[in-house]
């Protein structure tokens, strides 16, 4: 059985407790498959603004389900949020709300949202469907009937009465609480721009009995186009002041975001500073758009950063909810990494595979597939022709000049920061790097930089860099780190040719916290098994690179040669304590002395050495020769 805390009800009462508010986002599935991979991009851009879970609808008749389905198992499962999935009786006979029911059981979703559903898309009424339901408290029944307790279930609310009811505002009440008397747990209401009328609605569902949490359902006005047509839909009373302040600056689009915004925000703050209501949280219909509803939640001061559980997102299938360890190598294609293991055949093993299974490190060249096509990588990266090209080029990335890598999903992370200007001097000098972190030895739990985990804690971890180097460069590198007791490390090439001064297989913890009540967790470790299943796909990854440029090109000379020759190796500095220990068999004592805070950039905007690289790069050929030693 899954942990309560998934459900929405669960968090409610939590967020209340702790006195803070709390948002959620809807979306619906596109209809085309660019725009499901835009809508995907979206998600995981807006996750970073700290919903407590997203809502996928579902359209009229289950026209949309498998897309639902597996938006639903998309953000479980790479973008680490819990999802409410819904579900409607429109043109759905009870087999197919069985597999729907399954399936969102089977990728772990625990909320559900009971809707009779629109009427179909053809216009005409609404009819019940043989096989099927009539109505939404039916639907709240047969799931509890099925199910138990193991979903929590809303059903919707509509404070300014239903666009198709008839009967007045007294028979819809009633109606609403047949639908919490089946078993519903909590109400998300319609959208609506009155705060008076939805205050009323409130207190007269209140006297009628109903006493479950309600959720209520706001909309950023996008446009003045989109905001009229919102309302005509759904039959919203809009205040008259609205009207008065949208009308003039109906033609700027901007000036209609920046006003609705204000006008939403301030209904938001009257429904949350409104003690009777007793509302904690707001839910927030996106319309599949990102600006709006950050705008609204800026001016609400509603973005402030949210602390993960963990240093990596975590993944909410059934079977990883309870994954706390993932080795660091795929710390920036995380994604790619959900994938590989997901058929590890023995996961989880109490880490997350079993190197005895014979499914384990198993390549797959979907998890190395790039998401870039040529004239992405002429963008981004440009055509280097040469080694000194590509240093400059990984340099830039470490400088922040580059949105991202072959071999990372994004841009720099906070904490690279504290060692950029040791990055830039490493790649410089002929390190391709591609993952690190920096000491940290008992930054509290909140930290904006490092924190992770419960409050009231402390996190550490090593020093990590891993880096692509030719077979020269690695030579020297090795002898130079004999000298240096604390520090482990593991070199492979494509050939699988391994070197290492570890002494064990076991993992190697670089990542840990410490907080109230709990165990030591480690949550990111390193380990010789698992880097040679990553081995595979980072040089994959180097190929696929290549073969975006055109055959007997420069570029693709030089990265298939690079990527052929060169070594892949991982380097840990066992001792947290010491901030830039791991870089002394790199660089010299003047350059770890040195600010690196305060002193000029080794490269400039547009990718070139400045004066300060004065150590004798090699050449093209020198490179490449030294690459065959």
Known sequence: ????????????????????????????????????????????????????FVDITWNAGGRTSDLTVSLVRTVHAYFGLETCMHITCTNMPRSKIDVALQEAKQYGCRNLLALRGDPPANGSAWEPTAAGFSHAYELVEYIREKYGDYFTIAVAGFPEGHPEEV??????????????????DFIFTQMFYNFDIFAEWVLRIRQAGITVPIVPGVMPIQNYGGFTRAVARFRSKVPQYFHDALDPIKEDDEAVRKVGTQLVGDMCRKILDTKQLDIHGLHIYT????????????????????????????????????????????????????????????????RWGDARSPAYGDVDTHGAQLRFTSEDALSLWGTPESVQDLRNLFARFCAGD?????????????????????????????????????????ARSDDPVHGWGPKNGYVYQKAYLEFFVSPLMLDELLSRIEKH?????????????????????????????????????????VESISFLAWKDEAYEIGRNWANLYPEGSKTRQLLSQVFDTYFLVNVVHNDFKQDLAIFEPFLSSSELSDDHHKATPLVNGSGKPTEHDTDGISSLSASLQATTV
């Open 1 to 52: 059985m899954a942990d309560a805390s998934s459900k929405i009800t669960t968090k409610i009462e939590r967020a209340k407790a702790e006195g803070r508010t709390w948002w959620s986002f809807e979306y619906f599935p596109p209809r085309t498959p660019q725009g499901l991979q835009n809508l995907y991009d979206r998600i995981e851009r807006m996750a970073k603004l700290g919903p407590e």
């Open 167 to 184: 009967d007045g505002m007294e028979i819809e009440i009633q109606r609403l609480k047949a639908k919490v008397d089946a078993g519903a």
């Open 287 to 350: 319309m599949n758009l990102e600006r709006g509803s950050r705008m609204l939640l800026e001016y609400l001061g509603l973005t402030q950063p949210v602390n993960p559980p963990l240093p990596w997102k975590p993944s909410l299938t059934p079977k990883r909810r309870e994954e706390r360890i993932r080795p660091i190598f795929w710390a920036n294609r995380s994604k790619s990494y959900i994938h590989r293991t997901e058929n590890w055949d023995e996961f989880p093993n109490g």
């Open 402 to 442: 580059l949105t991202c890598l072959p071999w990372s999903d994004a841009p720099v992370a906070k904490e690279t920061k504290v060692i950029d200007r040791m990055l830039i001097q490493l790649n410089q000098r002929g390190y391709l790097t591609i993952n690190s972190q920096p000491p940290v030895n008992g």
């Open 485 to 525: 007791p604390q520090i482990t490390y593991h070199a492979v090439n494509n050939q699988g040719d391994m070197r290492t001064n570890t002494t064990s297989d076991a993992p190697n913890a670089v990542t840990w916290g410490c907080f109230p009540h709990s165990e030591v967790q480690q949550p990111t470790i």
